[in-house]
């Protein structure tokens, strides 16, 4: 029997419709407006597209969202000095830049800027510090949604086998770090696998939950998966551009044999990807809550 889709996209809806409200009480009771804003550095066409999908999702939750689309020539200089300026602006409550840079810019430096009270993405070494620690303010987004995924599609997390594979600061280290932690919901033993791991194959087999994030098509087949496993794609690659500039978008994940073999499945697109946006608003809401003292 092919596997249990993981609707992603409804699981978000059902999200933003409680950010929404939480969003409409904040105005009424103390009358602040969560605000975003967003720094675009440069014209890379993905990067374009989830960040006007980052300020579209402020405008339907009642969110403000303050744009700041920089050329690709854009300095250091003048891209702290734009950062200290919405540190200091009581309006913005989280700021986000999207990764990754142009050349040439420091992405250390670049988000080491940013005030951590408004980091919303949750990337600033201070914020990592509360999450290895077991207590941020701000998990991180993809991580984030990835476990609200897990709950809400009812997979069992507590004392499960999770292997994930990849181990970037964005998404593997994080969502590791998280699944860890020793507290309800999480609990899980988790081995982090990566592009030096010997035998992968060997490692996404004892997976009870295996959450690709290894950033490179294919990079999990349905001869990896453990019969009944729920699959978690994070992968978002986009191929095959069309003469329109449109291009297909498929996951880390080869669909078409692992939902013959795993129990759950997230979908590319529809599954995880509705889930980040969702997770920043989030927080977004979080960080307004935070400025009220
Ligand atoms: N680039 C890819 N994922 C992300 C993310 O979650 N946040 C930011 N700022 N940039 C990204």
Redesign the pocket.
Known sequence: MPAEIIDGKKIAQELREEIRAAVEELKSRYNVVPGLATVLVGDNPASVSYVSAKNRACAELGMRSFQHTLPESTSEDELLSLIAGLNADPLVHGI????PLPRGLSEDRVLRAIDPKKDV?GFHPYNVGLLALGDPVFPP??PAGILELLIRSGTQVEGAEVVVVGRSN?VGKPVALMLMQKRKGANATVTVCHTQTRDLAFHTRRADILIVAAGKPQAVTGDMIRPGATVIDVGVNRIGYTEAGKAKLVGDVDFESAVQIAGKITPVPGGVGPM?ITMLMRNTLRAARLSLG
């Open positions: 986000l830049v999207q990764l993405d987004c993809t964005i980040t």
